[in-house]
């Protein structure tokens, strides 16, 4: 029974959302564009982050008139990450990747995470294998995107895929999902859709839904309400082959306005 007392006491103490930070980009447009990266325990409450060239892996925009590289032209520890004129009316959607970082954490605390995220089946792996209460070394790395819709005119420029390793890309455009619709979405993983992976969109005012992805990595989001939302999944899986670590996770992002 000792053994379970710390994992009871953070359950009881803690609020589950600071088990985990997310990371995730925020666009807002007025005049111009301004992108902004955020750290939380939750999306309606974060602490803004600067650029860092030294975590950056790409970082582009997308519109209707392509595809433009933005790494060259940003400076390191700025903010807001990104500040520009739109070309015109459409779907602006900025994406970066962040190199890989590593965790550690003591066993109780680990397991107290893979509750909380719902990994059962690292849970299950576990305790299969007589270490649940071992320490937990996880790698992992983010994939933030965020669209920001200006005027009415609807495109195509939601759903670009951009080759991330793990990406949620929108089948049906976010900026235009009316409230009790769904916002369906498709989440690949090295370019393939993946399967039995939790999906959930959080708004400002504290709303949340979930789905899973079925056989086509496909979730549907049922959005309750016009708001500011954000879409994450993350997918987790052993580690094979590394030497500091034993798990591996890959976290994606989508944040949006739906004004419908």
């Known amino acids: 029974m000792r053994r379970f007392l710390p994992l009871l006491l953070v359950l009881l103490l803690l609020p589950a959302a600071a088990l985990a930070h997310d990371y995730w980009l925020e666009g807002t447009a007025d005049g111009a564009i301004t992108v ?3 750290v939380g325990d939750s999306f309606h409450k974060g602490e803004e982050k600067a650029y860092s060239k030294r975590k950056a892996g790409s970082l582009v925009r997308v519109s209707a ?3 433009v590289d933005l790494k060259p032209s940003v400076d390191n520890g700025v903010t807001p990450v990104v500040t520009f004129t739109p070309e015109g009316d459409g779907g602006h959607l900025v994406a970066t990747t962040r190199t890989a970082s590593k965790v550690s954490l003591p066993g109780w605390k680990f397991s107290t995470y893979l509750s909380h995220e719902k990994f059962d089946h690292v849970s299950a792996a576990r305790k299969a294998a007589g270490t649940s209460w071992d320490e937990g070394r996880e790698r992992y ?3 933030l995107k965020t669209l920001v819709q200006v005027g009415t005119k609807g495109d195509e420029v939601y759903g670009t ?3 991330h390793r793990f990406e949620i890309v929108p089948l049906n455009d976010p900026s235009f999902v009316s409230a009790g619709d769904p916002l369906v979405i498709r989440v ?3 370019g393939k ?5 939790r999906a959930v969109a959080r708004s400002k005012s504290k709303e949340e839904v979930e789905a899973i992805t079925d056989a086509n990595g496909v979730a549907r989001l049922v959005l309750p309400s016009a708001d500011i939302w954000n879409a994450r999944a993350v997918y987790i899986r052993a580690c094979t082959g590394c030497d500091d670590a034993d798990w591996e996770s890959f976290w994606a992002s989508y944040q949006f306005a739906n004004t419908r």
Not at 193 to 197: A, E, K, L, M, S
Request: aromatic letters at 16%.
């Open 193 to 197: 859709p993946q399967p039995g992976v």
């Open 161 to 163: 895929v951009l080759d």
């Open 36 to 38: 902004r990266m955020w």
């Open 65 to 67: 008139a392509g595809t």
């Open 188 to 190: 690949l993983f090295e």
């Open 141 to 143: 790395t983010r994939y």
